[in-house]
């Protein structure tokens, strides 16, 4: 027993938060620190694949579910991404204890804050050589997924090419823009896909930030909505 016990111990580690922490732990190093300072910390949760021994159903949405039935009470949902069995919202120091002993639990990781960045392409990639009669290579049929702070679909440059988009800063159907970047970006794309359909998800506010669980459901969004909009691509101009 005395054996047992030793090794038991060697086994976990102490954090200051004053859970335990397996060593092998589910959580990262982030997480546990924002939980120690915070006592609640806003995460994303990923499940490991369907096949494993432990799940109760075959449907990764219904496993899913059971485990945010299990950490209900201390924790609060922001989203479900269903094409990456994730899910993210604000958890309590009490629910990650529970996701560190459930055993579908992949990996509990921060929900990190990005913002703009890259402004520039079009000359970088020397795309104006694919536009030459010669090459003649254009984005006509192109759908292309633009996650940023919005556009302005009024734009001269830009009206024909919109078709849709959705706001997951301010919760609705329309990423106008109130920054400027993702119009900037939008120009940048049709400069070098000429005759591309816009698609533009805002995820970043007007001070150009946002988090990464608003930036995992844009992408969920286009990968949901690729054969009703055609979309071939999804760009990012940004970083953390």
């Not at 589910?26 to 694949?49: F, I, M, N, S």
């Not at 949405?61 to 485990?67: L, M, P, Q, T």
């Not at 990650?96 to 079009?122: A, M």
């Not at 591309?196 to 001070?207: G, M, Q």
Request: aromatic share 8%; with cysteine.
């Amino acid at each position: 027993i005395g054996l047992l016990l030793i090794m038991m111990y060697f086994l976990q580690i102490q954090t200051p938060s004053g859970f335990v922490v397996k060593e092998d732990s589910v959580l990262t190093p982030e997480v546990r620190e924002q939980a120690y300072y915070h006592g609640e910390v806003d995460v994303l949760v990923k499940l490991k694949d369907v096949e494993g021994e432990f799940f109760l159903y075959d449907n990764q949405e219904a496993n899913i579910e059971e485990v945010k039935d299990f950490i209900e009470l201390d924790f609060q949902e922001d989203y479900d991404f269903d094409t990456i069995d994730s899910f993210s919202g604000t958890i309590t120091q009490e629910g990650l204890r529970k996701l560190e002993i459930h055993p579908n639990v992949e990996v509990v990781q921060l929900n990190h804050l990005f913002s703009i960045d890259l402004q520039d392409s079009v000359s970088l990639v020397n795309a104006s050589r694919l536009h030459y009669p010669s090459v003649n290579i254009t984005g006509s049929s192109l759908g292309v997924c633009v996650l940023d702070t919005g556009v302005n679909y009024n734009h001269i440059k830009l009206a024909d090419n919109y078709v849709a988009g959705h706001d997951y800063v301010n919760g609705d159907t329309d990423p106008l823009d109130d920054h400027g970047h993702g119009t900037h970006v939008s120009g940048i794309v049709e400069g070098v896909s000429l005759g591309f359909t816009l698609v533009h998800i805002k995820v970043l506010n007007n001070a150009g930030s946002g988090s990464e669980s608003d930036i995992v459901a844009g992408i969920n969004w286009c990968v949901a909505q690729k054969d009703t909009y055609s979309i071939k691509a999804i760009t990012m101009s940004l970083g953390a």
